[in-house]
Structures are given as structure tokens and as C-alpha cells.
């Protein structure tokens, strides 16, 4: 087929700048979905993406354009999430185009994650084609807007679309824009194939669905193929491209092209995201160099309720592992929960995310504890380990250094509200760097902070102070020594370890007593006093009593000698005594949840 009508592009953006938007609308004025079937975020096809407005994976689909210069063009999208928990799912679609298209609200102007996109294109060497997007807000300000796309991002302002994506104005403009400035893919098809993996889903009809970008050669309907880094070899079984938002079979995918295949890939684990596929008979020299692996940020552990539902949320987490190679996960047992897995994440909203549709989508009843950070332990000998569960941290004796890691965080925000945004990060032992000015409103300020001060409430607190206008980003820096402490919570002596977690000394008394008061209220009164207690090691610092359910045992007796209530009360005390000592406390799953959020 021939490559220059091909074009290969993606919708870059902040969360909540129009993404989702601007592709219903080019999926409407290509007429690439029926009207009947017209609703909103149409590329989001998970519940969950609508419910919350987000873009969680990024999603590809094949339309035909008929250009003004008489022309027809075949573009490939993808769209994007924005949120910075799902860089990973942008940085892989990138790697599959040739040119982004990259959003900005018209209202909010640049933000942080505006920026880290646009470095992510830029260093994939893709065309960028600024869109001003929301233009029909009648309270914006248009040329504040430009000015930070000028100074900021270096584009021209002739460059500049303005575009609604709601109403639909400027659409053929970015279209148009499109066909001109972005390139053709590159590649020869009578070279060996060479194609990237850059995405998968698991289909219940047909097992393993792959998505590729082929760059050399041609991928033929069943043909021989090999997965060079996992070594594995199939037969291809289905080809086809997503056109109209369905699979489509097709007889090849040549150089340039976009599309998927099934091959009786029933093991999720036997595909690795970024691995490069070859044929068997003529195979490549070398491999595509893939993705940089991501490193998980956040840990916690995830347990099912019913013991028995272990081996069904291992199948899930399979499949999960294969729609999102960012997550990690490795078994694990627990005093309180027996069997489960300690998983890692990039984000809180990243954990969240996976824990919904692990419910919904696998009808499972989950148990989490408390997120935690990877520690990194130099021991008396002078070993390093690293630590991302409080079971694993040494005993205090064997402890010469702990670090934890530090991320350098950036934060774009009001002006007027840089006062009380620097109180935020420097309550949360951050340290200052440095501060640019974008604009007469706007102002950007650099941060390096222990990156457990920010995974948990630090962005809600900082939307709250910005009234919604200010944004972050992060990446990991490096490792700084910290003090270290393992806060455990004991119910009536037993450790519960899902409420353990590893934090800087100085905060552990401010959260002890937050978490106590917190469980007081959460768990419910059972017939026997429940002790809550918050230590480090042996020492308790903080601790709230849950009162015992009243029995009036001696309601039934109508007058007579004292003795016979005493009686009854000492019955009465001495079963309190068994139960305490015996009885096992049940803790609601709100608790866990609620404890999470401290």
C-alpha cells in the first residue's frame, strides 16, 4: 500500500483540556462512526474512564480522510490520558507515530503536564502541532494564552490552531494541519519485518489481542512469527486494523501501517510491551530498542476478602499485566490476610484505578493496605536492600542508613497563590529550587521532595489552595537519607500488619494518633473491648479504646440479696475476659480504605 497517504499521530494533553473531545469530534466529521451510535468519549470504552471524565488507556482507531487538495488519507490516532500517574500509556503511543497533536485549554492555559508532553514528543522527534482548544469559553483570555505558547514552548503564533472541540469549530483545520506538516511513516516493505508492540488486550473470544506498529517488511495473514526478546514463536491467526471502533480483518499490514493480530496467545504472561516481531523464515538483524522498563513508585499489598478467590485474582492480575505493563505485582502472605500479592504502581490514582476495575471487571472483594514507598537500607555490613513492605525493614540494631527517594516536582500555578503553594511544599520537607515566571498570572516553581509527602492528598490540597488552577508533575530523582520508623497498629495485642507502614520519624506521632482516633470511630462495638494501639517497637504512642457492648444481665432479677447481681456480674466479666482474649475483631473494608487516605 502506498505510505504517503498514511499518517500516524496521537492527542497529547493535560487531564481535562479536551483529549476525549476533539476525537469524538474527528471521529464525527470523518464519519468513522455511526450517527446512531454517537455518544461522548467515544475512544474511552471502559465505564470507568466516563464515570470519572479520564482517560485511563490510551486508544488507537483508523479513519479516512478526504483532504482539500483531492486527496485521500488514512490517519491512525491515538488518544492519550493526561493525568501524570499514566505517562507510561503516553510514552508507548508515542513511540507508534510520527507527529502529536498537543492540547491546550484556552481557560487554564499551559499546565505541568502540557509541558511534560511536549518534551516526551520532542524527544521522540515527532511534528507538533500546537491547538488552542475551548475558544468558545467566553471568559478567556486568548492572548495570554499564546504568549506562554511563544515564550514557553518556542512555537510561532501563526502556528497556533484555536479550535473547540465541543462545538466543533477548527477541526478541519487541525485536520488539514495534519495532512501537511506531519510526515509519512518511513520504511521499506521489502525489507525484513520489523514491528513494534506497543499495545495488548485480552478478549475472551480470542485470547491475546496485540497491537503493533509495523516500521519494516510485512506482516501476512498466517504467516510465522517471532517475538525476539521473549523468543516465542506463532502462528498469526487474525490481522485487521480498528476501523469504526471494530476489529476489521485485513490480509497484511505493510510498512507504516497500524494494526493487531491474534495468534492462540492464551498465556497474558508470554507478551512483553515493546518486544519486536519478526518472521520466522526472514528474520531482522536487530530489535527495536523498545520502551524504557517503568519504575513502580507506590506499594501496597492487595488481598482477596475470601481466600478462596486467590487463584481467580491471579488470572486478573494477569490479564491486567497485559493492558498495563506499568504495573507490577509478586506474591506475598500475610499474618492477617494469608495469601496474596505485594503490588507496585506509578500513582495513588494509578493503585486506585487498578483496584475498581480489578472489582468490577473480575467481580473480586479486595483487601489493600496501607501504600508504601520503596526505602532503600544500608545495613550494619554495609549491604543495601531495598525495602517496600515494613515486614522486610531490618531490626532497628542491624540499621546504619536508611534513604528514601526524592522526586524533583513541578508546579504550575497563580501568582497570587505562590505563598501559601511553597507553605505546602515545605510542610511537606520539600526543598526549594527554582521559580519562572510564564506569564503576568502564571508562574512555574520547582520542588524537591520525599515522594511519600506527595502520593497520598498533596494534589488535592494543592487544588484546593489554586481554586482548581494549579497543576504538577513529577520524576523520580534520587535517594536521600531520611529516619526512618515502622508504625504498627495492634488490636488488642495482635498486629494487624495491613495498617503497618514505614514513615519519617517526626511524622509518626501525628499520624498514630490521626489513625487510632480514625479506627475508634470505624470499627464497630463488638461484645468484648477492643484495645487500638498505635507503637514503634515496643513503645506505644498513641491508643483508643472501642467500649464493649452493654448486656444488663441482671434485668431478670426482681429484688432478692445483692449477691445474686454480683454473681451475675462476675459471670458476666469473666466471659468478657475469654472473649477479649479469644475473640477475633472484625474490621469493615471502609477502614481500610479510610486508613489509606491518612
Known amino acids: 500500500m502506498n505510505k504517503s497517504i498514511f499518517r500516524n499521530f496521537c492527542i497529547i494533553a493535560h487531564i481535562d483540556h479536551g ?26 470504552d471502559m465505564d470507568l474512564e466516563r ?15 478526504h483532504a482539500k487538495d483531492g486527496k485521500s488519507y488514512i490517519f491512525n490516532l491515538i488518544d492519550t490520558p493526561g493525568h501524570v500517574d499514566f505517562t507510561y500509556e503516553v510514552s508507548k503511543s508515542l513511540a507508534a507515530c510520527e ?22 514528543a520532542k524527544e521522540n522527534d515527532l511534528e507538533i502541532i500546537p491547538v488552542i482548544n475551548k475558544i ?4 478567556i483570555d486568548l492572548p495570554r494564552v499564546k504568549r506562554q505558547i511563544t515564550t514557553l514552548l518556542g512555537f510561532n503564533e501563526e502556528d497556533v490552531i484555536l479550535a473547540s472541540a465541543k462545538e466543533g469549530t477548527g477541526i478541519i483545520d487541525i485536520l488539514e494541519r495534519i495532512v501537511k506538516m506531519i510526515p509519512p511513516p518511513i520504511g521499506e516493505s521489502n ?4 514491528a513494534l508492540v506497543f499495545d495488548c488486550r485480552y478478549d475472551t473470544y480470542k485470547g491475546v489481542v496485540v497491537f503493533v506498529r509495523v516500521f519494516d517488511g510485512v506482516l501476512n495473514m498466517d ?19 480498528l476501523k469504526d471502533l471494530k476489529y476489521t480483518k485485513v490480509e497484511s499490514l505493510s510498512a507504516g501501517e497500524v494494526g493487531y493480530f491474534t495468534a492462540n496467545i492464551r498465556e497474558p504472561r508470554e507478551i512483553i510491551i515493546g518486544d519486536t516481531i519478526t518472521n520466522t523464515k526472514n528474520p531482522c538483524a536487530n530489535a527495536l530498542p523498545g520502551y524504557k522498563t517503568p519504575k513502580p513508585l507506590v506499594f501496597c499489598g492487595i488481598y482477596p476478602v475470601n481466600p478462596g478467590d486467590f487463584p481467580a485474582l ?14 507490577i505485582f509478586e506474591p506475598e502472605h500475610s499474618q492477617s490476610f494469608g495469601a496474596g500479592f505485594r503490588c507496585g504502581f506509578l500513582g495513588l490514582l494509578h493503585m486506585e484505578i487498578m483496584q475498581e476495575r480489578l472489582q468490577r471487571e473480575y467481580d473480586l472483594n479486595l483487601i489493600l493496605t496501607v501504600p508504601n514507598v520503596v526505602y532503600k537500607i544500608k545495613k550494619s555490613d554495609d549491604s543495601l536492600i531495598e525495602v517496600d513492605t515494613p515486614a522486610k525493614l531490618p531490626a532497628e540494631g542491624e540499621i546504619k542508613e536508611a534513604l528514601e527517594p526524592y522526586v524533583s516536582l513541578l508546579m504550575i500555578v497563580p501568582i497570587e497563590t505562590i505563598e501559601p503553594v511553597c507553605d505546602l511544599a515545605k510542610s511537606r520537607r520539600g526543598i526549594f529550587n527554582a521559580k519562572e515566571f510564564l506569564s503576568e498570572d502564571r508562574i512555574k516553581i520547582t520542588f524537591d521532595i520525599p515522594l511519600s509527602e506527595i502520593i497520598v492528598d498533596f494534589y488535592d490540597r494543592l487544588k484546593s489552595i489554586t481554586k482548581g488552577y494549579g497543576s504538577l508533575d513529577y520524576e523520580f530523582n534520587d535517594y536521600f537519607p531520611t529516619e526512618l520508623v515502622k508504625l504498627e497498629v495492634a488490636l488488642n495485642g495482635a498486629v494487624c500488619d495491613a495498617f503497618s507502614s514505614l514513615l519519617y520519624k517526626e511524622k509518626a506521632m501525628v499520624k498514630a494518633r490521626v489513625m487510632v482516633e480514625r479506627l475508634k470511630d470505624l470499627i464497630p462495638r463488638h461484645v468484648f473491648e477492643i484495645a487500638i494501639q498505635a507503637k514503634i517497637g515496643n513503645q506505644i504512642i ?13 434485668g431478670k432479677c426482681y429484688g432478692g440479696d445483692i449477691t445474686r447481681k454480683r454473681k451475675l456480674w462476675n459471670i458476666q466479666k469473666e466471659g468478657k475476659k475469654r472473649l477479649k482474649r479469644f475473640g477475633k475483631v472484625e474490621i469493615p473494608q471502609e477502614a481500610f480504605l479510610e486508613v489509606l487516605k491518612i
Open 223 to 241: 504467516s510465522e512469527i517471532l517475538l525476539m526478546h521473549s523468543g516465542k514463536t506463532y502462528r498469526v491467526e487474525e490481522l485487521g486494523v
Open 136 to 139: 468558545d469559553i467566553t471568559t
Open 542 to 554: 498513641a491508643s483508643e479504646k472501642v467500649r464493649a457492648l452493654s448486656k444488663h444481665v441482671t
Open 51 to 65: 464515570e470519572r471524565g479520564i482517560t485511563i488507556k490510551a486508544s488507537m482507531v483508523r479513519l479516512d480522510y
Open 99 to 120: 507527529g502529536a497533536v498537543l492540547l491546550i485549554d484556552a481557560a487554564q492555559g499551559i499546565e505541568a503536564q502540557t509541558v511534560a508532553n511536549y518534551y516526551l
Open 19 to 44: 483529549k476525549s473531545t476533539l476525537a469524538d469530534r474527528i471521529l464525527e466529521l470523518t464519519a468513522s462512526i455511526d450517527k446512531r451510535h454517537i455518544r461522548e468519549q467515544l475512544l474511552d
Open 191 to 194: 525489507s525484513p519485518a520489523k
Open 314 to 327: 491471579r488470572d486478573a492480575m494477569d490479564k491486567m499485566k497485559l493492558s498495563d505493563a506499568s504495573f
